[in-house]
């Protein structure tokens, strides 16, 4: 899913290298597959897996691109991407809801559980303060109940 993710992005513009921005920008603007941060994140995730390495100042995919196929639908899933718990999960919709920087998001977090004197843990704490910005919860908290309780 990253390699097309990365493929796809390179394959828009028929290029072999481009700037780490360039890439963000196709990721989150062109495409509107993510946020811009949520995209700068899946460009780090590929370097870290060696999808993408720096040559002269910019970005290359070390695999070659005609071997990816992009169906004409491609819509990559994010938690193909990345193992997201259901935290992190939380903390990028609020983030992305509010437009408030992940770190924020997860300071906030942090002092509403100091408020509860750390009887509640991380993610409840989260899904109180995702309620509290509109987001849907119900899905989180059965996730929740069936990692705890399962």
Do not use: C
């Amino acid at each position: 899913m990253l390699a097309q993710t990365i493929a796809a992005a390179f394959k828009s513009r028929g290029k072999r290298k481009m700037t780490k921005s360039d890439l963000t920008y196709i990721l989150s603007f062109d495409f509107k597959w993510f946020s811009h941060s949520l995209s700068k994140r899946v460009v780090e995730e590929a370097i870290k897996n060696g999808l993408l390495t720096f040559s002269e100042g910019k970005l290359e995919p070390t695999f070659d691109l005609k071997t990816i196929d992009i169906p004409v639908d491609f819509k990559p899933d994010i938690k193909k991407i990345f193992s997201f718990s259901i935290f992190d999960e939380l903390v990028e919709m609020i983030s992305e809801k509010t437009g408030v920087d992940r770190q924020d998001v997860v300071s906030a977090i942090n002092k509403k559980q100091e408020s509860f004197s750390a009887l509640l843990s991380a993610e409840v704490v989260a899904l109180l303060y995702a309620k509290e910005t509109g987001i849907d919860i119900l899905p989180f908290i059965e996730r929740l109940w069936d990692e705890v309780f399962l």
